[in-house]
Nanobody
Framework: VQLVESGGGSVQAGGSLRLSCTIS????????MTWFRQTPEKEREGVAA????????YYADSVKGRFTISRGDTGNTLYLQMNSLKPEDTSMYYC????????????????????WGQGTQVTVS
């Protein structure tokens, strides 16, 4: 299973970016996918998670109302629409995938996921 993120970049505060993560696996429909972020100074932080069908989503308090997670129609691409970006959103953003459905108690725990992408940098100034 490989995860490839894209869409990062530099943007001014108040701007928007959309991140994408594509999972390469014939069994991609069996994987739950989540966005994390991490800076050198902080531990990896769960940003947003969604169930396979997109029926339920979870968000970190710091991004609620600004970020939206979604999964493409084919199911093998995960998106993160980021609006009203703030300097504190500056981070490396990672996509993660695992076979176990996320819940409100564990979606933000990195150990819940088996596969990780290489990350895409988001810089907000």
């Amino acid at each position: 299973v490989q995860l490839v993120e894209s869409g990062g970049g530099s943007v001014q505060a108040g701007g928007s970016l959309r991140l994408s993560c594509t999972i390469s696996s014939f069994t991609y429909r069996n994987y739950y996918m989540t966005w994390f972020r991490q800076t050198p100074e902080k531990e990896r932080e769960g940003v947003a998670a969604t169930t396979i069908g997109g029926g339920r989503s979870y968000y970190a308090d710091s991004v609620k109302g600004r970020f939206t997670i979604s999964r493409g129609d084919t199911g093998n691409t995960l998106y993160l629409q980021m609006n009203s970006l703030k300097p504190e959103d500056t981070s490396m953003y990672y996509c993660a995938a695992g076979p176990n459905p996320p819940s409100s108690d564990d979606w933000y725990i990195p150990q819940h996921y088996d596969y990780w992408g290489q990350g895409t940098q988001v810089t907000v100034s």
